[in-house]
Structures are given as C-alpha cells and as structure tokens.
C-alpha cells in the first residue's frame, strides 16, 4: 500500500510540474510583433535587426538583447521594448537624415580637407556617436597642424521631413610653438648637442619659415626616441627619460619642455658569440662580418649590432638563404662595464606571398607600381627583393611616401603584401636664374610631368632665354612599351646662339630617339639614333678662324649605353658601385664621321652613421674617320653641373671669346654630406671637391688655339633648401685651379615650384 501511494504521489507533482512549465511557456511565448515609429525604414528590416522570431520565449534578457542590437544600428535615437500577453511591441524613433554639412570659423584648413576626416555626410543617417568620433578626428587634424587649443562644437537644425543640418562650429587657436627646451641630469653630452638631435626646435626669429618649432606631443614623442637612440648609440645602453613634461607659458600659447633624463654609465662591447645552425656557412664567416661592425672592447653601440643584423642576412641571401632568423641576445656585467652579444642564428620557415594589395594611389594606375614589384602572388618571400622593389619604387618619384606593410594571414605559411603610397605633385613648373661673379644672367623655364595621367608616362618642355641664347627642347617618354619593360623616348630641340662677343651665330636643330631594356636585373642596355643639323653664319666682319667655322653640317649617329649597376639602393646609395660605358658612331649618313667614347664610374661607401662618400669618374674621346674631322659641335665641353664653379661650356681651348670643347676630357669629383645642423630649416648640404679638364683639336685649321692639356678644380657647398616659396639651389664654389682663358661662376641658384 505504501508503495502505491509513493507512486500515485509522485506522478501528481510530475504532472503538476509539467502542466505549470507548460502554462508558464504560453505565457512568455511571442506570437505576435508591432512594430511602431517607423518612417523611411521597412518593419521587417527593424525585425531582422532585432534578431527575434515568433515563438520564441520572452525574458528580460531577450529584451535587453534587442535594444542592444537596434542601437547598435545607429539608426534609432530612441527604442522601447515592450512584452505584454504575448505581443512583443517595439516603438522606435528613427535618426533625422543629414540634410547638409556644413563648416563655420574655419579659415586655416579648408572645408574639403575637413570633409574628408568625417564619416557623416549628405544623405547620412544622424548619429551622436558618430559626431563625436568624427569631432576627435578634425580636432586630430588642427592638433597635427600645432592649433592645439581649436574647439569644435556641432550643433543641429531641425528640417522637416526628420531631417537635420548639421553645423560645425569651429573656434580656431594660433599655432602653439615651443619656446623652449630644458634637458635636465645630462652631464656627458651638452643640452645644445641634445636640441641638434631633436626634430622639435625652439622659437627663432629665423625660424618663421619652418614649422619645427610647432609643438607636437607625437613628434615629442618621436624627439625621445631619437636622443634614446643616440646614447645607445654611443655607449649608453641604460639610458632612460625620468619625465617629459609640456607646459603652456602663462598668458601664451607657446610651450615649455622640460626633458629629465638618466645617461647611465658608459659600456663597451663584451664577448661576441655566434650560434649557427645554417649548414652552408660556417661560423667564423659570420663572426667576421659581425667585426666588420664592432669587436670586443670598442664602445657600446646598439646601431652596429643593427646593422650587423642586416648584414649577416644579405651574406646568408648570397649564399641561398632567403629564410632566417638572428636573435641578438645581450647581458650587461655591470661590474666590467661590459655588453655580451649572442647571435642566435636559425633557418626560418618557409614563407610565401598570398596577395598583393596597393593603397593611396589615388592618381597612379596599380600597373605602374606592380611593373616596378620584382616579386608575384605565390612568390617565395624575399626581403632583398622587397627592399630592392621598394627603392625601385621610389625611385619613380611620384610619391612623397612608400611603405610595404607585411600582413599575417589564417594561413602560417603566407602573408599578404600592401603597398602603401603617398601622392606627390609629378608635374613641375621651372623658373631658374643663374648668375656668376663675370655678371652673366639667364633664365630658364619649362613644364615637366613624370607621371603623365597617372600612367608613368614623362612628357618634358624647356627652354632657356639670353641676351645671346635660345634653347627648346621636347621630349615624351613611355617606360613599357607594350607592357614590356621596354622604354621608348622621342625628343625635338632647337638651339640658337648669338654671343655679342663673336662675329657669328649657330643654330641648332635636331631630333631623337632613345630605347631601354633591361639585360638582367643589374644590367641594362640602352640605344639610341639622332638626326641634327648645326648652321653657322658667319658676320661679315668674322676673323679668318670664324670664317672656317661658317657652313651647315648634317649629323646622324647612332649609338648604345651599357649601365652596370651595384649600388645597394637607386633611391639613396649609401655603398656599391655604377659603371656606364656610351659609345656614338656618326656616319650613317649626314656629313660628319667621328667615334665617341665615354665612361662613367661612380662608387659609394658609408663612412659613418651620418656620413656617405662618393667617387665620381668620367673621361671621352673622339676621333674622326674616313678622311674627316669630328665638327665642333661634337667636341666634348665641361663647366655647369660638370666641374662646378666654372660657367657651362666656358673651359678649355678658346679663341677670342669663343670656346671650342674638345676632344678629351676627364672629370673627377668627390662628394659627401656635411652636417650644418640645419634640418630644423628643412636644408641639406654636401661638401664636393671637382677635378677636370678638356684638350685636344685635331683639324689642323685649329692649329692657332691652345688646346693642351691643363687641370682644374674647385672645392664648394651645395645647399638645398625646401622653403616655403618652393625649392631652392644654391652652390657655391671656390677655384681652387684654373686657366686665364676660363670663365668661373662661383655662385649659382635657382628656385622650382611645383604643381
């Protein structure tokens, strides 16, 4: 009997149970949803974003769950979840459309420059989030330009219809600029040294002009990083920033920043090992090119061991390793004063390219840039090749800025590729002036685009006006013909002179062509065909020699240049070596019938970590053949850019005023930066010392000139400054070595603008 009762007992609560699960599920059950305050936007779609269906059971987590996915739409300024017998209600007021944007109080930066930060435009749907983050980001934009102190304040109309314009209100500040620089605890290297490190400058009256003394918490930033790097650099691997402190002048909008800093002790190299797990190259081979950058005992210094870096990865590339890892390790003996370095060396896995994406190029077409990329989808990664095509890229020079960002993708074994670039202005209109300390003038004009409608394409006019010359020139090139690495040139020009000083003028009048093709991917072969015809007239009071000169002469030549190129970089070569050979042949057809020959060999080399060297050679020859004598016109001639500090085409043999060239010549010069510390000013500099000369005059007619062979040379600085009014050039040169019969141009500038 017990054991029945228990039964019966115990299926009446399993059924009570049951029943009241049942009831409670009816209840809480959606069967039905209203949707309300809907205006431009379909019920269902506001269901769908809801995530809800019928019959689903209604908690208060549920609807907590759809106002959050409804407001996430940013669509809605208001939502109310309502749940009664089994009719889930959503009444909704939707975001105003933007009807106009519109800016006020701006006059620094332009309203298009803004509209490009915002992410609300016309036709928008209105979001407060939105404004706010679109706020941050023109506030972003003034900060960047030093206006740290601008405020923004959006304010809305109301139209009708549910739609708003919205008006920024722009309070713009004057540029906040430092006024100065005080570095604290330094006691090895100077404050003023520190400040000549630093990209943010303080305020001078000469400094109106730049804008390094604009105050920038991120180039602040950038500025610690730099000293950092520098005591690290020179023995200091414990240097730190105790604090930065920014603080605004009273009654100012300049800025007062105050460094403190801990130097630390100074350290040198300790003991230097190498573990290496690659097969093909032994130990001591890399042990060596370590100590081509620093030994033990020599001053810490964390660059060497960067570069050292890179150096152990092009040795492995030469010898078939594309893949590797080095992992310099270091350990302090602070007692010795000492660094260790351990170099981990591993083969790395295998890593190949999966997409190659471009960004930024908003006016170059993707195949200019991908034609100029060595490597393809698919390709194994090579950094050396990355690198190479990065310069190559540059070296284009229609872009202020190029980046290769290297993505990770779900796939260990691959990576995608971006290309990043920045726009620059290609196209460039030119007005020089030149002058010389023998009061000679002229101005120079011309119209360039190296990039001619976005498709690499160089199209080129100059000209050049005296009192005693006229020159023009066109050119157009197209660099991959037929989609082939394969450059095309065509060129007309015309050059008329007429020197006060002589008793004749000369015209010139010719066309060419020029084609280029790779021959590897360090060689390359180029030939070349022109067509001119020089005319001279002679005055009618013209000395016997100006009379031999008088007659037209018809040239056509061809000919060829071999480039072997071994610089490390096209863009900015800091070691390896450019040899060039040229060779013209005139004879198929035309009236004159010569051979010249030209070498050209340039070899650079890194002296310091702020200095590179250059050597530059060049030499010529010409000869005549079948029984005539190459023309005047041909002869080779220096001054100008070749041998600087002597006036184009005014060296060598000379009769009267008149300069004749010659047919041999050399030109030596050798080169390297200087540091003036005048970056704040956006002004480099480069030290030169030129050598040359030109001789020789084989048409016995001549025999009255002095043609031998005599050197001269000038030592002088070349500024070159990118100011505000655009950029300008300035050489200045001292004649260390000349003859009477040469005109020197010590001084020399011109000024481009671009656009």
């Known amino acids: 009997m017990f054991y029945l009762f228990k039964l019966r007992y115990t299926f009446i609560i399993f059924l009570f149970f049951n029943l009241t699960t049942v009831a409670f599920g009816d209840v809480n059950k959606i069967v039905e949803i209203d949707i309300q305050g809907t205006q431009r936007i379909d019920t269902e779609t506001v269901i769908s974003y809801s995530n809800v269906d019928l019959g689903d059971?209604?908690?208060?987590?549920?609807?907590?769950?759809?106002?959050?996915?409804?407001?996430?739409?940013?669509?809605?300024?208001?939502?109310?979840?309502?749940?009664?017998?089994?009719?889930?209600?959503?009444?909704?007021r939707e975001n105003p459309t933007i009807n106009l944007v519109k800016f006020s109080g701006n006059s620094k930066i332009k309203d298009e420059d803004l509209l490009i930060e915002i992410s609300l435009k016309e036709r928008s749907v209105y979001s407060r989030s939105k404004v706010k983050k679109d706020t941050e980001r023109m506030l972003s934009l003034y900060q960047r330009s030093g206006r740290l102190s601008t405020e923004i304040i959006p304010k809305v109309e109301l139209l009708d219809n549910n739609r708003i314009n919205l008006t920024y209100e722009i309070t713009e500040s004057d540029i906040a600029e430092v006024s100065k620089i005080i570095i604290?605890?330094?006691?090895?290297?100077?404050?003023?040294?520190?400040?000549?490190?630093?990209?943010?400058?303080?305020?001078?009256?000469?400094?109106?002009?730049?804008?390094?003394?604009?105050y920038d918490p991120d180039k602040l930033e950038y500025d610690k990083q730099l000293v950092t790097d520098f005591y690290n650099n020179n023995g200091y691997p414990e240097f730190r920033f105790i604090s930065a402190i920014a603080q605004l002048s009273i009654n100012k909008n300049d800025f007062e920043i105050i460094l403190s800093l801990n130097e630390g002790d100074k350290y040198d190299f300790g003991e230097i090992k190498v573990n290496n797990t690659l097969n093909k190259i032994s130990s001591d081979s890399i042990y060596n090119q370590v100590n081509s950058f620093f030994k033990s005992g020599d001053a810490y210094n964390a660059s060497k061991i960067k570069e050292s870096v890179k150096q152990i990865k092009n040795f492995a590339e030469l010898s078939g390793y594309t893949f590797i890892e080095i992992n310099p390790s270091l350990s302090t003996n602070s007692e010795k004063k000492l660094v260790n370095v351990n170099f981990e060396i591993n083969e790395g896995p295998r890593v190949y390219i999966n997409e190659i994406d471009i960004a930024g190029n908003t006016r170059t077409v993707d195949k200019v840039i991908r034609r100029e990329f060595s490597l393809s989808e698919g390709d194994a990664y090579n950094k050396l090749a990355i690198n190479y095509s990065k310069d190559s890229i540059r070296v284009l020079n229609f872009f202020s800025?190029?980046?290769?960002?290297e993505i990770k993708t779900e796939y260990p074994d691959k990576l995608d590729l971006e290309i990043v670039v920045e726009e620059k202005n290609t196209g460039e209109a030119s007005l020089g002036a030149g002058y010389s300390s023998a009061n000679s003038t002229s101005i120079n004009l011309g119209l360039k685009e190296t990039n001619f409608l976005g498709k690499g394409q160089k199209l080129n006019f100059t000209t050049s006006f005296s009192n005693t010359r006229n020159t023009y020139d066109i050119s157009f090139t197209e660099p991959y013909f037929n989609n082939k690495a394969l450059a095309l040139t065509g060129s007309l020009y015309s050059n008329f002179?007429?020197?006060?000083?002589?008793?004749?003028?000369?015209?010139?009048?010719?066309?060419?062509?020029?084609?280029?093709?790779?021959?590897?991917?360090?060689?390359f072969l180029s030939t070349r065909y022109s067509l001119f015809t020089s005319q001279v007239k002679a005055d009618s009071n013209a000395t016997q020699y100006e009379t031999l000169l008088a007659g037209t002469d018809t040239i056509s030549t061809i000919g060829y240049t071999l480039k072997y190129d071994m610089r490390n970089s096209r863009y900015k070569p800091s070691r390896g070596f450019l040899f060039e050979i040229d060779q013209d042949i005139a004879g198929l057809g035309g009236t004159s019938y010569y051979i010249k020959n030209q070498l050209d060999y340039n070899i650079?080399?890194?002296?310091?970590?702020?200095?590179?060297?250059?050597?530059?050679?060049?030499a010529g020859s010409l000869n005549g053949f079948n029984s005539e004598y190459a023309p005047l016109a041909s002869n080779f001639k220096l001054g100008g850019k070749r041998l600087r500090g002597f006036k184009s085409g005014k060296v060598g043999p000379r009769t009267g005023n008149s300069y004749t060239g010659g047919q041999y010549y050399y030109l030596t010069s050798i080169e390297t930066n200087i540091d003036f510390n005048l970056d704040a000013f956006d002004i480099t500099s480069t030290l030169f010392l030129d050598v040359g000369s030109v001789w020789g005059l084989e048409n016995p007619a001549y025999s009255n000139i002095y043609d031998d062979h005599e050197m001269r040379s000038s030592l002088g600085v070349n500024f070159n400054w990118d100011?505000?009014?655009?950029?300008?050039?300035?050489?200045?040169?001292?004649?260390?070595?000349?003859?009477?019969?040469?005109?020197?141009?010590?001084?020399?500038?011109?000024?481009?603008?671009?656009?």
């Open 604 to 618: 650079y080399k890194k002296l310091s970590d702020r200095l590179i060297g250059a050597f530059k050679f060049q």
């Open 57 to 92: 059971i209604y908690t208060e987590e549920l609807g907590n769950k759809i106002l959050k996915d409804l407001f996430d739409t940013n669509l809605f300024s208001n939502i109310e979840v309502i749940f009664d017998e089994n009719r889930l209600q959503i009444k909704v």
């Open 723 to 755: 100011s505000a009014i655009g950029p300008i050039n300035i050489i200045y040169a001292t004649i260390l070595e000349n003859e009477t019969t040469d005109t020197t141009d010590n001084l020399y500038f011109d000024i481009g603008y671009n656009f």
């Open 184 to 214: 604290l605890g330094n006691e090895v290297f100077t404050s003023s040294k520190i400040k000549s490190i630093m990209k943010t400058k303080e305020k001078t009256f000469l400094r109106f002009l730049s804008s390094a003394d604009r």
């Open 497 to 523: 002179t007429d020197p006060s000083s002589v008793n004749y003028e000369t015209e010139d009048l010719g066309l060419g062509f020029i084609i280029q093709l790779p021959l590897s991917n360090n060689t």
């Open 401 to 405: 800025e190029v980046d290769i960002k």
